[in-house]
């Protein structure tokens, strides 16, 4: 018996090994500067559309100026653009926020109501203070931060 259980470790010692090897030659996860939420979210971070006292009018929560980039996940330009988000928070960290919300899970569908989402994707620039504004559709890096810099940090 003894025979077996030593065979049976020996044949298991290179597997053991490989795993370990493995595990230490993943490279670390890299930090993610957009952050994914949802409807839940969206009332907790920026506002709550469900309370009746706020009568339609948006107040935002934040403490900085955010985008939120609703998406799905088999839209072209929505993953065009994707990147150019990540670059975005990575540069205007501390500056703003830049939240997606996939619009065909089931906490946002709700909130993709609430805003008429009808293409994607679709931005909304949440200011400190003041109105939000929307874009549809994808553009490019530079106006995208030209937006950030006169709506959202009023560098004009």
């Known amino acids: 018996m003894k025979k077996i259980f030593f065979a049976f470790g020996f044949l298991l010692l290179p597997i053991f090994a490989a795993c370990a090897q493995n595990k230490e030659a993943s490279p670390a996860p890299q930090k993610t500067y957009v952050k994914h939420i949802d409807g839940n979210d969206f009332k907790e971070l920026i506002w709550d559309f469900s309370d009746p006292n706020n009568n339609g009018t948006i107040v935002y ?8 980039d609703f998406y ?3 839209c072209g330009p929505c993953k065009r653009i994707a990147p150019i988000m990540e670059e975005l928070a990575k540069e ?11 619009t065909e899970e089931p906490n946002s569908q709700v909130l993709s109501h609430v805003f008429g989402i009808r293409s994607i994707p679709t931005l909304f620039y949440f200011p400190k203070n003041g109105y939000p504004q929307v874009s549809q559709g994808a553009m490019e890096k530079e106006q995208y ?6 709506i959202l940090l009023n560098n004009k």
């Not at 929560?61 to 939120?68: H, M």
């Not at 205007?92 to 996939?102: C, L, M, Q, S």
């Not at 931060?145 to 006169?150: N, S």
């Open 61 to 68: 929560k934040g403490d900085l100026p955010c985008i939120v």
């Open 92 to 102: 205007y960290e501390g500056k703003i926020y830049i939240y997606k919300v996939n």
């Open 145 to 150: 931060k030209q937006i950030i810099e006169t």
């Open 72 to 74: 799905t996940t088999w």
